[in-house]
């Protein structure tokens, strides 16, 4: 099967600017995440769709972040506007919605803040 | 709060046996998973525990004891390509996951 598939795979970018990223989940994975992951730590949830749906984004800073889920199957993130803390490596994963399937993770995005 | 702990860094040889301990706070369990992530890759999925016990998978074992909040992973015969991150994650009682920091493992010849 076809892994989960991320865009671009690295940005730079300055602050204040935007930036947005992109996610295709394998296919039939209700559930679809977004993390940020900064060098030496663990994934940190920034969002949790279940289909169309928002299950989690009790970590998203909503002040400059965004993402949907059109349709219930891609999925863009956006930062708007960019500060330098944003600078890590972005996540998509799905998996099929079951407790305990493990989830799928893409190649990730490598954003750079400058 | 929610807690996982793992050690920062392990160094162990080529061909030897290493263990990877993880100790977690959660509010819950539904579940502990482990993750194997190469320097600049995504995580890869390695083993889910739920009940007490041994589970194994090849040359790498999961162990799980919910009445101690504890785990490891157990890697044997040891080779270069194993040289990763490994991360612990645990599903808490409104099925989220909490991630800890993870493990960097660096094999030597």
């Known amino acids: 099967e076809a892994g989960v598939a991320q865009s671009p795979r690295y940005k730079i970018i300055e602050k204040r600017q935007s930036v947005a990223f992109w996610c295709n989940p394998i296919s039939g994975h209700a559930t679809l995440y977004w993390y940020q992951q900064i060098l030496g730590q663990g994934p940190k949830l920034l969002i949790q769709f279940q289909n169309n749906g928002v299950v989690d984004d009790s970590q998203l800073p909503k002040d400059r972040f965004s993402a949907e889920r059109l349709k219930g199957v891609d999925s863009t993130l956006k930062i708007q506007p960019a500060k330098l803390e944003d600078s890590a490596v972005y996540l998509c994963?799905?998996?099929?919605?079951?407790?305990?399937?493990?989830?799928?993770f893409g190649n990730g995005t490598r954003l750079t803040v400058t | 709060g929610q807690n996982i702990d793992q050690p920062t860094e392990m160094t162990a040889t080529e061909g030897a046996i290493v263990q990877i301990n993880c100790t977690y706070q959660?509010?819950?369990?539904?579940?502990l998973f482990w993750y194997q992530q190469h320097a600049g890759e995504a995580p890869t999925f390695l083993s889910y525990n739920v009940l007490d016990g041994l589970e194994e998978k090849g040359r790498f074992s999961s162990f799980l004891s919910r009445s101690k909040g504890y785990s490891y992973l157990l890697l044997k015969e040891l080779q270069m390509k194993d040289s990763a991150s490994y991360l612990c994650?645990?599903?808490?009682?409104?099925?989220?996951?909490?991630w800890g920091a993870g493990t960097k493992l660096i094999i030597k010849p």
């Open positions: 994963a799905s998996s099929l919605g079951v407790s305990n399937s493990p989830l799928h």
């Open positions: 994650a645990v599903l808490d009682s409104n099925y989220q996951l909490i």
């Open positions: 959660t509010s819950g369990f539904n579940g």
